[in-house]
């Protein structure tokens, strides 16, 4: 069993910056993929940033430029840098990790952009 669980989210002004966090419990954190989604009031869950093992990472075009992903093995967490901040990025965020083919997702951490 994996525990996912995100922290960071808030109130922050367009513009602005927020990091939020990811930490999974158990085993093999550094074997797998690391994810953060978000979804919107009224909208679909989409995939705003994913990082490898290796450490390669992906991106939605709506966040290129102004997020960056990245993990610490060693404290089994993963990170989202947010910048440049605007109020469509207003959402919960998700983490997933998984263990073969089973997902895991943390709870949600809102963002919310606005002035």
């Known amino acids: 069993q994996v525990q996912v669980v995100e922290s960071g989210g808030g109130l922050v002004q367009p513009g602005g910056s927020l990091r939020l966090s990811c930490a999974a419990s158990?085993?093999?954190?550094?074997?797998?993929?690391m994810n953060w989604y978000r979804q919107a009031p009224g909208k679909q869950r989409e995939l705003v940033a994913s990082?490898?093992?290796?450490?390669?990472?992906n991106y939605a075009d709506s966040v290129k430029g102004r997020f960056t992903i990245s993990r610490d093995n060693a404290k089994n967490t993963a990170y989202l840098q947010m910048s440049s901040l605007k109020p469509e990025d207003t959402a919960v965020y998700y983490c997933?990790?998984?263990?073969?083919?089973?997902?895991?997702w943390g709870q949600g951490t809102q963002v919310t952009v606005s002035s």
């Open positions: 158990g085993s093999f954190f550094s074997l797998y993929p």
């Open positions: 997933k990790t998984n263990r073969g083919p089973r997902e895991y």
């Open positions: 990082i490898t093992s290796a450490g390669t990472r």
